[in-house]
T-cell receptor, first 113, second 115 residues
Framework: GDSVTQMEGPVTLSEEAFLTINCTYTATGYPSLFWYVQYPGEGLQLLLKATKADDKGSNKGFEATYRKETTSFHLEKGSVQVSDSAVYFCALSDPGTASKLTFGTGTRLQVTL | GAGVSQSPSNKVTEKGKDVELRCDPISGHTALYWYRQSLGQGLEFLIYFQGNSAPDKSGLPSDRFSAERTGGSVSTLTIQRTQQEDSAVYLC?????????????FGPGTRLLVL
């Protein structure tokens, strides 16, 4: 079945540091890929998405590129802020059948001054 | 417009009691999902409704869990004879239709604590 593997956290960075959170997936077809973010005490929010190979999703300075050859969708940001502290979830979905999202375990990011 | 709403936001119950959790999806969204977020298991799919089709119940952990969706809109997740391991945050999500890129929009969740 489908699965998502993302790097273990927590990740602790100083403000303005570069961020990478690795995500790889296993899927039988051509899934859509997502990054969701969960701020403390809040629900899941869609951060960005990509629906086909080589697509780049971007939002709020975050980027991720759908790499079919390496089955990866790594999240990057050039300069993190304290307000980016949250838990980040990588997920995939089969686009044709409106099926469930399959999530990674989540990576907690803590940004300090 | 209004997002996905869930109620109650928090629920404390005693072991063995039944609980009902409610989800109001985004207006016009035909697909509705329930997930469970717990410390040991991460985010788990529970059940999926699409229009008037039979729901996909493949993620329900036991027969104590059930869900219905009335009139293609509001959904209720019911847990009977609650156990302490049912303590978790229950998330509802909706999606516009049966096809497309799969984007789901989540509600704030119901935090359930079983004592």
């Amino acid at each position: 079945g489908d699965s998502v593997t993302q790097m273990e956290g927590p990740v602790t960075l100083s403000e303005e540091a570069f961020l990478t959170i690795n995500c790889t997936y296993t899927a039988t077809g051509y899934p859509s890929l997502f990054w969701y973010v969960q701020y403390p005490g809040e629900g899941l929010q869609l951060l960005l998405k990509a629906t086909k190979a080589d697509d780049k999703g971007s939002n709020k300075g975050f980027e991720a590129t759908y790499r079919k050859e390496t089955t990866s969708f790594h999240l990057e940001k050039g300069s993190v802020q304290v307000s980016d502290s949250a838990v980040y979830f990588c997920a995939l979905s089969d686009p044709g059948t409106a099926s469930k999202l399959t999530f990674g375990t989540g990576t907690r990011l803590q940004v300090t001054l | 417009g209004a997002g996905v709403s869930q109620s109650p936001s928090n629920k404390v119950t005693e072991k063995g009691k039944d609980v009902e959790l409610r989800c109001d999806p985004i207006s016009g969204h035909t697909a509705l999902y329930w997930y469970r977020q717990s410390l040991g298991q991460g985010l788990e799919f529970l059940i999926y409704f699409q229009g008037n089709s039979a729901p996909d119940k493949s993620g329900l952990p036991s027969d104590r869990f059930s869900a219905e969706r009335t009139g293609g809109s509001v959904s209720t997740l019911t847990i009977q004879r609650t156990q302490q391991e049912d303590s978790a945050v229950y998330l509802c999500a909706s999606r516009r239709g049966a096809t497309g890129d799969g984007t789901q929009y989540f509600g704030p969740g119901t935090r359930l604590l079983v004592l």
